[in-house]
């Protein structure tokens, strides 16, 4: 019921006043049955923008962090998080993809809309990182379709690394389901997975319009931030170091 309130009544009105966004192929969504939305992901506002332009609910996986807070104000985090349909995940353990996998399970059985970020995490500079093959796994295990999803311009409205964006239209496009059925029974083959995500992820760039980048978005970030530690080279108008003899 939570879940329903905050997207008919307290935050999806708010979005749609304030934002007035554009859903583009809402048509290739399933009204009913399991399916898969695979999305790219620039901004932590897209969890909200997504799933409201959407009739039916959508669960995605949130680090475990958001339920086990104290007190008043880790009740009301659990609270908002448990009830905007997001599933608890211990993402610190070298069993977090496998328990991610299990909750998505669990609700595709049920009937229900599961929402996947491929690329691991949100895109620190707006292009397009390589696709984890955990969105390949959950496809060809469960034989659901995957639809690809792009969002557009919430990186403008909740820039990575800064408090406050800009008001702008942001644009939800889905794109048609991809039936990976051909490969059922291939989930072990790691070739195969591969495949399977890199597809997901071109037609998640078609929809963008973004550029691809063939390399771990986590990877790159984690370069960038050790290049920006490092000293960098003397300047040559400054004056010499002269000690005191």
Same mark, same amino acid.
């Given at each position: 019921?939570?879940?329903?309130?905050?997207?008919?009544?307290?935050? /999806?009105? $708010?979005? &749609?006043?304030?934002?007035?966004?554009?859903?583009?192929? %809402? #048509?290739?969504?399933?009204?009913?049955? +399991?399916?898969?939305?695979?999305?790219?992901?620039?901004?932590?506002?897209?969890?909200?923008?997504?799933?409201?332009?959407?009739?039916?609910?959508?669960?995605?996986?949130?680090?475990?962090?958001?339920?086990?807070?104290?007190?008043?104000?880790?009740?009301?985090?659990?609270?908002?998080?448990?009830?905007?349909?997001?599933?608890?995940?211990?993402?610190?353990?070298?069993?977090?993809?496998?328990?991610?996998?299990?909750?998505?399970?669990?609700?595709?059985?049920?009937?229900?809309?599961?929402?996947?970020?491929?690329?691991?995490?949100?895109?620190?500079? /707006?292009? $397009?990182? &390589?696709?984890?093959?955990?969105?390949?796994?959950?496809? %060809? #295990?469960?034989?659901?379709?995957?639809? +690809?999803?792009?969002?557009?311009?919430?990186?403008?409205?909740?820039?990575?690394?800064?408090?406050?964006?800009?008001?702008?239209?942001?644009?939800?496009?889905?794109?048609?389901?991809?039936?990976?059925?051909?490969?059922?029974?291939?989930?072990?083959?790691?070739?195969?997975?591969?495949?399977?995500?890199?597809?997901?992820?071109?037609?998640?760039?078609?929809?963008?319009?973004?550029?691809?980048?063939?390399?771990?978005?986590?990877?790159?970030?984690?370069?960038?931030?050790?290049?920006?530690?490092?000293?960098?080279?003397?300047?040559?108008?400054?004056?010499?170091?002269?000690?005191?003899?």
């Amino acid at each position: 019921m939570f879940y329903w309130f905050l997207k008919l009544v307290a935050i /999806g009105p $708010l979005l &749609r006043l304030v934002f007035r966004p554009r859903t583009e192929g %809402l #048509e290739h969504v399933p009204t009913q049955g +399991p399916a898969v939305l695979a999305s790219n992901h620039l901004s932590y506002a897209d969890w909200l923008f997504m799933p409201a332009a959407v009739p039916r609910r959508v669960s995605f996986v949130a680090k475990a962090e958001y339920f086990t807070g104290p007190g008043l104000k880790g009740w009301l985090q659990k609270s908002f998080f448990s009830g905007a349909g997001q599933i608890p995940i211990d993402r610190s353990g070298v069993d977090a993809a496998e328990g991610a996998l299990r909750s998505a399970k669990s609700v595709l059985a049920r009937g229900e809309l599961f929402g996947i970020y491929p690329e691991g995490t949100r895109s620190h500079d /707006g292009r $397009l990182y &390589r696709g984890k093959i955990g969105v390949a796994r959950l496809a %060809l #295990e469960t034989g659901v379709p995957v639809i +690809p999803v792009a969002v557009v311009g919430t990186d403008q409205v909740a820039p990575p690394g800064k408090k406050f964006g800009r008001v702008t239209r942001p644009v939800v496009r889905f794109g048609e389901p991809l039936d990976f059925s051909r490969y059922e029974g291939m989930g072990g083959d790691r070739y195969i997975l591969r495949s399977v995500t890199d597809q997901i992820m071109y037609e998640i760039m078609k929809l963008s319009g973004q550029e691809y980048v063939d390399e771990y978005a986590a990877k790159v970030k984690a370069a960038e931030s050790e290049a920006d530690k490092r000293p960098g080279p003397p300047d040559p108008g400054a004056a010499p170091d002269r000690k005191a003899s």
